[in-house]
């Protein structure tokens, strides 16, 4: 079945960690034998051959560069100056614009390119291994956009999606870890990403910004990779409340395939999935909850976040690749999801949501 996956880290790998995600996930394990610059060498799941093994055929893939002057060892941090940050940004939009070059991506910009792509990816006379894995483009965190006038810049090249926090502080909305609004110049950001059609990413705000945001924008909302706080008791989680105005505004959430945000109390970088139980039926947990809150399966999807900054060693324990997200079929299946169900979650949700948006 085809799946969209709402949120994947790949230029923050394809540059911080230098891998070429040409190859598959296994032969980026093997070149990375013996590496111990980063705490998930050697992990990966996430490739290109893998996405197309899965029919893994659309993703949302991310920029990612912060301004935080006191984190300078966090992924995607650590940037003196905003103009530093959106240049390394560029750098991310090169890689992806040079994977298009090579016939590995496509950009979906709108409802054509869109209808465009998934007329290819279903035309099953066509080998994966042929198709390009389209991307959406989405900013995780705005500190690089220097001011204002930079989001219309990235609205030109391809940007529809923007999460105005990350972790820690931020220069237009402080995120997980935190509490606090928005700032002034985060409450202009909300406005303008209003007036120019891109969508809002809930994930990462504090309570309080999650509530602004909603408030001052009118346009469609998702959370593109976030579980439930019911189940996990941190302010990275959504509240029950939170899911209901999501789901009242037609928004989608992607369920976060981190261990630490599927099972409470699993501690980052020392804890095993194996270890705890955590498996791709934890995932259903949280769809479950959400189902229930809800009454239906319309508003959970996938968005796995593999790779991002992790590895097999805080990923599901039965999770090779992220090919393996096509096992959660036969698995919502003994759980009481029907068909129906199971494309809801797999990509029809994600693509009514962006059909809407995309009038």
């Known amino acids: 079945m085809f799946i969209i996956d709402a949120h994947l880290d790949m230029a923050l790998n394809a540059l ?20 111990t610059d980063k705490i998930d060498r050697a992990k990966g799941t996430v490739s290109l051959p893998d996405l197309r093994r899965g029919n893994i055929g659309l993703v949302v893939a991310t920029q990612i560069a912060r301004f935080n002057q006191s984190n300078g060892n966090l992924p995607g941090a650590g940037w003196n100056s905003p103009e530093q940050a959106w240049a390394m940004t560029q ?72 999460g105005p926090a990350h972790y820690s502080t931020g220069r237009y909305a402080p995120g997980t870890g935190l509490s606090g609004p928005l700032t002034a110049q985060g409450r202009e950001l909300v406005k303008e990403m209003d007036r120019l059609g891109i969508i809002l990413d809930a994930t990462h705000l504090t309570d309080e910004g999650f509530t ?107 999770l090779d690749t992220i090919a393996d997200l096509q096992n959660l079929t036969g698995l919502l299946t003994k759980r009481g999801y029907s068909a129906e169900d199971i494309e809801n979650i797999f990509h029809k949700n994600w693509l009514r949501f962006l059909r809407n948006a995309w009038t």
């Not at 070429?20 to 034998?33: K, P």
């Not at 496509?106 to 006379?125: G, P």
């Not at 408030?215 to 989680?237: D, E, T």
């Open 212 to 318: 602004e945001a909603l408030a001052l924008y009118k346009g469609p909302v998702w959370a593109s990779h976030h579980n439930c706080r019911s189940l996990v008791p941190h302010q990275r989680q959504l509240t029950d409340d939170q899911i209901n105005q999501l789901t009242e505004r037609g928004g989608v959430i992607g369920g976060c395939f981190d261990a630490w945000m599927m099972k409470p109390r699993f501690t980052q970088r020392v804890s095993n999935p194996t270890s705890f139980g955590i498996s791709l039926e934890t995932i259903i947990d949280h769809y479950d909850h959400i189902c229930q809150l809800t009454g239906n399966s319309l508003h959970i999807a996938i968005g796995s976040d593999l790779d991002g900054t992790y590895g097999i060693e805080q990923s599901p324990s039965d």
């Open 91 to 162: 750098a991310q939009r090169a890689w992806y614009e040079t994977m298009v070059d090579a016939g590995e991506m496509s950009q979906i910009i709108d409802r054509a390119s869109l209808e465009s792509h998934l007329t290819l990816w279903f035309n099953e006379t066509i080998p994966n291994e042929q198709k390009p894995v389209g991307y959406i483009l989405s900013l995780e965190g705005a500190d690089s956009l220097v001011n204002l006038s930079y989001l219309e810049k990235a609205y030109n090249y391809g940007l529809r999606a923007l």
């Open 16 to 35: 911080e960690w230098n891998r070429d995600y040409r190859l598959s996930a296994h032969q980026i394990r093997q070149e990375e034998t013996g590496m």
